[in-house]
């Protein structure tokens, strides 16, 4: 809270309220009443110590604000104080001149600063001056300079970071406008400074020429007018102008030095002190390396006493923040723990989008210690992933469950369990992917990921089951092989809106126009999303955002039914899909429907306003359902282990798939629209409806 705000709410009569604005002003009009009128010694006494009080107030503020615009009117204030010290150098001047004083202040500042001595008094008041000039008011107005004409030419980049953040939706107008005021306000700041800065150093140079004169004016006055001898005029004169010198100068010092940190202070959110003190004591060897330095200059003739009470202060004080630094960050790690221990409970609502619960047998495959590379293989995982479907897997918190057997894994999407499995951390598991010539010895199991038939060997087992021709994979590839087929189950369920609007986002970058004319006129956030998710259902990769959105944004003005909608997204994306589907041999393997079978399905179809409707009966969708299922089991053998696609007209195309989601969740649906030339097409016989079944 600045000083005025502090001021006005402070509670004062009404009347006086009234006039409240009206000190400033008459204030600035009776200096020109001082000039022109002479005063007595007592008020001109008065009106000098309130200038060295306003220089401490000054000062002191300086020190406690938290940030240079906190004192904004700084500027101003040090123009009002600079003029205030030309007046009283000139009231004083008059006083000195006419009656041969000018009061207690300036002849108590004339014989006790300079001890009586005419010479000390020139040698203190030339040392202040030389400081003031040279050192403290050319650094400041140079330091003022700069900071000037960085804050300046950073204005622009500034206001176009407002400008972005407000347009990216991470600030509102309204915090928009108080940024740009902050950044007005800034470069106002600085601008004023760096002229005021002129005002500190012309001050100084005026305080040296009116000393001047007034010492040539008062030896005039003694020699000439009252008839004084030379040795009595310079100690009568000489004394009461370098005192009025004093009075003047020193104000003039500290002032100016006020200006130099105001100048100077970062945009750290802490009074001076604490900022200095806080950055001097943090680094305690700091400290005891100085004490170290002090105790070799105590070897030599130096003052022993004070050296060796410095350097135990040193340590001491080093000490005493090494002990605090500990204390604290003990105290971090308790907080963290507790934390982490008992987390809030607001953190209940929200559950993790993919959790991993194992078992203590398998917490070594985490543990970066004990070797384990499970950690790593995850990351790689979600690289993997994001390239070949098209979207962000979020970070999977792995946590150890006491509940679980020692080698069991459980996978959870928000909270619930969608899979599990066992895995042996000192083992290898050798899969026969149907190529095996001879069994090997080791724990019989189903790999995970596919349920192919594996065997857990020992590591010196190998290069023996390699040699028999099984895929021999190490025990964290097992688990993160199962986690990416498992992303790949239920990538629809990860695809949230938030992650939606991120890869919208992301194509704004590179399709800017697109994403403007789709979003959110023509299609909304959440309807593209039911898109992608439908798409992720079949595992169609999205990657190809911009060919899904333009297509979709294309006939979104005749349909907003979303199966209608995907059918066009695949059909956008034949090339992939027969991609996806091409066998090793370069064909796409699949089997077809009997005519009558794709004639009965496309009458049982019903269109209704809120879309398409099957109307088959149960029983005969099971038959359909087994036919298809004898067929693919019939082709599976013969080509490689591998599944053949189900081809099908695209108005049918939909409700195939959703027949056989199901039983055949691995088995992919074509349409016939979604075949590309350049891809060669092999069938392995037709569906038929029997009436067996």
Known sequence: MSVANRLASVKVPERIGRHYGLLLPVSTMSLIL????????????????????????????????????AFSSFPSLLLGLTLFRLVLNTATTRLILTNGDAGIVIRTFGSFVASGSLVVAVIIFAIIVVIQFVVITKGATRIAEVAARFTLDGMPGKQMAVDADLNAGSITEEEAKQRRAQITRESDFYGAMDGASKFVRGDAIAGIIITLINIIGGIFVGLIQLNLPLAETLKRFTILTIGDGLVSQIPAFVVSVAAAMIVTRTAEKKSLGDEV?????????????????????????LPKVPLFFLGVSLIAIAYLLSQARTQKATAQKQAARAKAASPPIETCLMPDPMELDVGY???????????????????????????????????IRIRDDINLEPNRFVAKIKGIQVGAGEALPEHLLAINAGAATEKISGIETKEPAFGLPAVWIEEEQRHEAEHRNYTVVECSSVVSTYLTEVIKQHADELLTRQEVNRLLDNLREKAPKLVEEVVPDVLKPGEIQTVLQA???????????????????????????????????????????????????????????????EEMMSKSIERTEHGSVLVMPPELQGRVVEAMRRKVEEVIPTNKGRPPAVLCPPQIRIWVRKLIEAALPTVPVLSYNEIVRSFQVESHGMVVLTDEG
């Open 535 to 597: 798409l992720l259902r079949e595992r169609v990769p999205i990657r190809d955002l911009e060919s899904i959105l333009e297509t979709i944004g294309n006939w979104a003005a005749r349909t907003k039914d979303a199966e209608i909608l995907t059918e066009y997204a695949r059909n956008a994306l034949a090339r992939t899909l027969c991609q996806l589907n091409k066998a090793d041999d370069g064909k796409i393997h699949c089997i077809t429907l009997d005519p009558s079978v």
């Open 361 to 395: 047998g398998m917490i070594k495959l985490v543990d970066r210690k004990q070797g384990g590379d499970l950690l790593e293989r995850i990351t790689n995982m979600r690289r993997q992933i994001a390239k070949e479907i098209g979207i962000v897997v979020p970070p």
């Open 277 to 301: 003190i806080d950055q001097l004591t943090g680094q305690p060897i700091a400290l005891a390396l100085t004490a170290l330095f002090l105790g070799v200059l105590a070897l030599t003739p």
């Open 34 to 69: 001082v000039i022109l009128i002479p005063l007595p010694t007592p008020v001109m006494d008065f009106l000098l110590l309130t200038n060295i009080t306003l220089s401490g107030v000054v000062l002191l503020t300086v020190m406690y604000i938290e940030g240079p615009l």
